[in-house]
């Protein structure tokens, strides 16, 4: 092969393997899951059935979760007017740590009436990883508390994580999750946003590297080529 050729196919491998090295990192997988509440209220227990969606954006040393529900679930055999119910909620960790996270979010912005699935918003809080490596997020139980009585609603069907991260704790080196698209978030983060963006400016630098070092090679050996045939 004449130096030529072998500078330029250098160069392509090169950049391909940083190009590999951006497509093969990413820092989430989530999935929209069904949960089947069982809900103990004060008139007796309700059934219903929700989506769940579960995202994580970077937020200082930790992330911010986000819970949210794409249907009603439980309902109020009577009005309950704006600001009456609030909601929270447990995530269950898994992986790489354990435990459970709490979320919470703002009560009913308008009134709820009677005998209608009650929509709960947006549920979020606060994760601090304490190590870094691959964590799961799966809703656990959801609180409601509405005109002085408080429903509590079960996962019955051992539901699946909705959200797998790459958590990085403070000082530490994130470990890769698997990649997967969601009907819904993903956080997302990317895919929804759910990983560090410091994690894709960190491999952005490393596919430079590599970059980079196959054009020095090339440009050293095509160096040593015109030296020989002088």
Known sequence: MSYPKRTAALASAAALAGSAVLLTAPAAHADVVDVNYRCQTPIGVKSAVSPI????????S?????MSWQKGVSSSPVELGKGAMSPSATIRLGGADSGTLAVSGPANAAAIP????????????????KKSGKVTFTAGTLTIKALGT?????????PQPSLTLA???????SS???????GGTSSGGQLPQTGPEDSAVALGTLGGTVLLAGAAGALWLTRRGQTARR
């Open 176 to 182: 890769s999750s698997s990649s997967s698209s969601s």
């Open 114 to 129: 009677a005998n209608t699935p009650i929509k709960i918003s947006d549920l979020s809080g606060t994760y601090t990883p």
């Open 53 to 60: 969606d579960i995202k994580g954006v970077r937020s200082g």
């Open 150 to 158: 408080t429903t509590t609603c079960t996962p019955t069907n051992s």
């Open 62 to 66: 930790g992330y911010k979760i986000t």
């Open 167 to 173: 958590a990085t704790a403070a000082g530490g080196s």
